[in-house]
């Protein structure tokens, strides 16, 4: 049971679970006279078309109607009208139509300049140079920091860090130089100092890309099989916790379930995750009691584990925003479609700039503003962490350039940008994704924890009542 718990809770379903298809009525837990209703309904707060229910608008036109369960339709959007309305609901700037049957991804690559898939060794060391040197001054503003403004240098520090994430992952995608050599290294060294294993993501990772969205065989985000909901009480509440208030750390879980058990990769992977777990565990056994004996245990808190959390945050929420959606489903492998996942089920999302910690930051004496405030006042996060969020290219292609995803990211607007999904970072959008997005259902895409279990859904409860409801 412990490590069904686990699972679950590292729970970016991987490939040794089967899925299996969702029953095509209502879900048994369902009570008589209670209406299936569509993601869009679920969200507590927000304009008063949002807030109508099945229930409701039935109840209106033909009385009282018992012991029915309806199971609602999938999200719609066949008009211009009705996706502006998802939109809106959801907290998008734009839901994208349905990308034909015939299109592949071969077309839609195509269409991309070829000088966006060009490496520059100059702009890819540009990039190291941007996140050591942010990494530098945020271990400078921990250190200088008062207590009040230490979540401001551990947010910054965290984002920073996020940054050698990235150049790692540009590594690992062969996108960082023509030297698979220096990749190697620069990759292993990038992800040190979060404390991961550079191989064993980098074989997990591919497999994102080669199955994005698909059911089961997709090693990121994965909606919660229904009979994995239905197993134990215990199972069904450590569930409902991980992908409702901690879901902005679950990819903590999925670190430590996916990334150091050699038995989930191949015999010709073994070698080399081997030497990347073998750094890992030196940088621990080095880094750890170094910086312990520098600064004491409160020290390692303050300089290690604050920033860590800070950089699991956005790593779980890029993870989020780009693939989990009420409109964006996951397809089993029959029905799977590359370009409809890459294109069509990935989420542009811009976020946004640090005026607000500048501002805070004037509150503190000027000695300390004048040093930090110039790189405050101009950063922005996609800076920092190197346009990961400008993910459509990267699905497209990931062997673009992070510093080229802009660029190729306006190329795919012009030709395709009509099936995109597009966002601005805002509550609405994190409430639907933390509220709605729960239990796979072939009909709906996701049927959320509050409908299937509402005695043990407090804490989905809690988030409705809690979050904001600010649109971008």
Same mark, same amino acid.
């Given at each position: 049971?412990?490590?069904?718990?686990?699972?679950?809770?590292?729970?970016?379903?991987?490939?040794?679970?089967?899925?299996?298809?969702?029953?095509?009525? @209502?879900?048994?837990?369902? /009570?008589?006279?209670?209406? @299936?209703?569509?993601?869009?309904?679920?969200?507590?707060?927000?304009?008063?078309?949002?807030?109508?229910?099945?229930?409701? =608008?039935?109840?209106?036109?033909?009385?009282?109607?018992?012991?029915?369960?309806?199971?609602?339709?999938?999200?719609?959007?066949?008009?211009?009208?009705?996706?502006?309305?998802?939109?809106?609901?959801?907290?998008?700037?734009?839901?994208?139509?349905?990308?034909?049957?015939?299109?592949?991804?071969?077309?839609?690559?195509?269409?991309?300049?070829?000088?966006?898939?060009?490496?520059?060794?100059?702009?890819?060391?540009?990039?190291?140079?941007?996140?050591?040197? /942010?990494?530098?001054?945020?271990?400078?503003?921990?250190?200088?920091?008062?207590?009040?403004?230490?979540?401001?240098?551990?947010?910054?520090?965290?984002?920073?860090?996020?940054?050698?994430?990235?150049?790692?992952?540009?590594? @690992?995608?062969?996108?960082?130089?023509? *030297?698979?050599?220096?990749?190697?290294?620069?990759?292993?060294?990038?992800?040190?100092?979060?404390?991961?294993?550079?191989?064993?993501?980098?074989?997990?990772?591919?497999?994102?890309?080669?199955?994005?969205?698909?059911?089961?065989?997709?090693?990121?985000?994965?909606?919660? !099989? !229904?009979?994995?909901?239905?197993?134990?009480?215990?199972?069904?509440? @450590?569930?409902?916790?991980?992908?409702?208030?901690?879901?902005?750390?679950?990819?903590?879980?999925?670190?430590v379930n996916w990334h150091f058990n050699l038995r989930k990769f191949r015999?010709?992977?073994?070698?080399?995750?081997?030497?990347?777990?073998?750094?890992?565990?030196?940088?621990?056994?080095?880094?750890?009691?170094?910086?312990?004996?520098?600064?004491?245990?409160?020290?390692?808190?303050?300089?290690?584990?604050?920033?860590?959390?800070?950089?699991?945050?956005?790593? =779980?929420?890029?993870?989020?925003?780009?693939?989990?959606?009420?409109?964006?489903?996951?397809?089993?492998?029959?029905?799977?479609?590359?370009?409809?996942?890459?294109?069509?089920?990935?989420?542009?999302?811009?976020?946004? =700039?640090?005026?607000?910690?500048?501002?805070?930051?004037?509150?503190?004496?000027?000695?300390?503003? =004048?040093?930090?405030?110039?790189?405050?006042?101009?950063?922005?996060?996609?800076?920092?962490?190197?346009?990961?969020?400008?993910?459509?290219?990267?699905?497209?292609?990931?062997?673009?350039?992070?510093?080229?995803?802009?660029?190729?990211?306006?190329?795919?607007?012009? *030709?395709?940008?009509?099936?995109?999904?597009?966002?601005?970072? *805002?509550?609405?959008?994190?409430?639907?994704?933390?509220?709605?997005?729960?239990?796979?259902?072939?009909?709906?895409?996701?049927?959320?924890?509050?409908?299937?279990?509402?005695?043990?859904?407090?804490?989905?409860?809690?988030?409705?009542?809690?979050?904001?409801?600010?649109?971008?």
């Amino acid at each position: 049971m412990a490590s069904r718990i686990a699972d679950s809770l590292f729970a970016f379903t991987g490939p040794q679970q089967c899925l299996p298809r969702a029953p095509q009525v @209502a879900h048994a837990r369902l /009570s008589p006279g209670v209406y @299936a209703v569509r993601p869009i309904d679920l969200l507590l707060k927000g304009k008063t078309h949002r807030r109508r229910t099945f229930l409701v =608008s039935a109840k209106k036109r033909v009385g009282c109607i018992k012991a029915v369960a309806v199971p609602a339709a999938p999200p719609s959007a066949d008009s211009a009208e009705e996706r502006e309305q998802l939109a809106e609901s959801y907290g998008f700037k734009q839901i994208g139509q349905d990308l034909p049957d015939n299109v592949t991804l071969k077309d839609i690559m195509d269409t991309l300049p070829k000088e966006v898939f060009e490496i520059d060794d100059v702009k890819a060391w540009k990039s190291v140079l941007v996140s050591v040197t /942010s990494y530098a001054l945020g271990l400078f503003m921990i250190a200088k920091a008062p207590w009040y403004l230490l979540p401001l240098a551990w947010a910054w520090t965290g984002t920073a860090v996020t940054g050698f994430f990235v150049i790692g992952h540009d590594c @690992a995608h062969k996108s960082f130089s023509k *030297n698979k050599l220096v990749e190697d290294i620069v990759g292993t060294l990038a992800f040190l100092p979060l404390v991961y294993p550079y191989e064993p993501w980098r074989f997990k990772h591919d497999r994102h890309h080669a199955k994005t969205n698909m059911l089961v065989h997709d090693t990121a985000w994965q909606p919660v !099989p !229904p009979e994995e909901f239905d197993s134990s009480p215990v199972l069904r509440k @450590a569930i409902i916790l991980g992908y409702g208030p901690i879901r902005p750390w679950l990819s903590i879980a999925h670190w430590v379930n996916w990334h150091f058990n050699l038995r989930k990769f191949r015999p010709s992977e073994v070698n080399r995750v081997k030497i990347s777990l073998a750094c890992v565990f030196a940088f621990m056994a080095v880094g750890w009691p170094l910086i312990i004996y520098k600064v004491g245990i409160l020290g390692w808190v303050k300089f290690w584990l604050m920033p860590w959390l800070g950089y699991h945050f956005w790593m =779980s929420t890029f993870t989020m925003v780009h693939h989990t959606a009420p409109h964006i489903p996951f397809k089993p492998a029959d029905e799977w479609n590359a370009a409809q996942a890459q294109l069509n089920g990935t989420v542009h999302c811009d976020y946004p =700039s640090w005026y607000c910690i500048s501002t805070l930051l004037s509150w503190y004496s000027m000695s300390f503003e =004048s040093i930090c405030l110039m790189f405050l006042r101009c950063d922005r996060i996609e800076i920092l962490c190197h346009d990961i969020n400008v993910h459509i290219p990267h699905h497209i292609s990931p062997r673009i350039p992070s510093y080229n995803l802009r660029a190729a990211h306006e190329s795919i607007q012009e *030709n395709w940008g009509k099936y995109t999904n597009l966002a601005t970072w *805002n509550w609405r959008l994190m409430k639907t994704i933390m509220t709605v997005c729960h239990v796979y259902n072939k009909e709906e895409n996701y049927i959320p924890f509050d409908r299937l279990a509402p005695e043990e859904s407090q804490p989905i409860t809690f988030l409705k009542k809690a979050m904001p409801d600010y649109g971008a």
